[in-house]
């Protein structure tokens, strides 16, 4: 089986609209992580997307 980890880091002054913004698009939140107010990290696929 071949597999491939696609990864693109995407910074942004304001997440909530980042969020938003991908959301209107089709995207799907896999994971939203906040470690404080200054760094966090977040997962976003295709809907319909196998991975």
């Keep these: 089986m071949d597999m491939k980890l696609k990864v693109v880091v995407v910074p942004v002054s304001d997440v ?3 969020k938003d913004f991908y959301t209107a698009l089709g995207w799907r939140l896999d994971a939203d992580i ?4 200054n760094f966090g990290q977040g997962s976003r696929s295709l809907k319909g997307n196998m991975g």
């Design 34 to 37: 906040a470690t404080d107010e």
């Design 16 to 18: 909530d609209r980042a």
